[in-house]
């Protein structure tokens, strides 16, 4: 490039290798927004074993193998393709999505990431013989071979971010905080509607070079909440927790309705889930164990969560409640594409939501 007489280069276009980099560092932008993509495709393809195994907290490698529908061989040259996708074909489509992948970025953006990412996979038509994809960073298949291979998909990362000298660094300093951070949304997984609902079994391991196998997550695959929390923390972690089953209507905003043509009338809402009783000594001294979801998806409501714990407070003024709370309201009425990682979600009317819930949550504590 020439510079200008001010110093500035001319303009030009990034060449698509730097775009790649620079888009997919936007996307996974740490190990549980990784490990999140990866576990979310399992569940997508009706898996009912999913097993995540990370070694020296991921930063060597991470491995997750489900026993879901497994890749057919058509699809093998478009899987880690930026935006190829099987969740949807249209920008309409979005306003009905429930699956837990659509963008097409995860497998892609991972490709870019990595030193090296492998997929083996079967189908039901193969087994039990697979075929195990070397991936190329720009997602294009490398090296295919034939393996055997039960019914699913095992995707494993090499050393995550090393194209990224900064952030691998940064991963390396700070591994065991960031291996938490990735405990901690996994849980989310294991308690939520997606895994405690339909039952799938999630088991979570590290392995350090020098030292046995630590199972740190290990469900059962009961298709019951209460299972969940029992197998993750134990039988007394239920004590003093009652059901949580909220239903309410939400007014819809004045910006709403001018955007509407049609439907005006209060949106339904739903709340299923469990909370802690309000009697004093039946809270918890922290908010960790608190999870929200929006159509059985973990993510971040920031004000709903604290409108539950204001609520809670006026019933037991220091403590905080466990929360588990699935918000079951229309596709139409919240934007889950608001993020490249879906943590967080737009909802529509959230000031007349939170105010519902305040009431109905309300009304619950007071009644038991």
Known sequence: MTPKSNGISSIKAIDRTSIHRITSGQVVIDLQTAVKELVENSIDAGATSVEVRFKQYGLKSVEIIDNGSGIPEEDYDSIALKHHTSKLETFEDLSVVRSFGFRGEALSSLCALCEQLTV?????????????????????????????????????????????????????????????????????????????????????????????????????????????????WGPKALDNIIDLDLTFSVDREKHTLRRLSQDTEPVLVEVKGLVSKFSVGCGRTGTDRQFLYVNGRPCNLSKVQKAFNEVYRTFNANQAPFILADFLLPTESCDINLSPDKRTIFLHNEGNLITALKVSFGIVLLTN
């Open 120 to 232: 083996a996979t079967a189908t039901k038509e193969t087994v039990p013989m697979g075929v195990s994809l070397e991936m190329g960073s720009n997602g294009h298949v490398k090296n295919r071979s034939t393996v055997a291979k039960p019914k699913g998909t095992t995707v494993t990362i090499n050393s995550l971010f090393s194209p990224l000298p900064v952030r691998r660094k940064e991963f390396e300093r700070n591994s065991k905080r960031e291996f938490g951070k990735a405990l901690a949304l996994l849980h989310a997984y294991a308690l939520g509607p997606c895994c405690s609902g339909p039952g799938v079994r999630l088991t979570v391991s590290n392995q350090m070079d020098k030292g046995f196998k630590s199972v740190q997550i290990r469900t059962s695959g009961t298709p019951s909440t209460r299972a969940s929390v029992t197998a993750l």
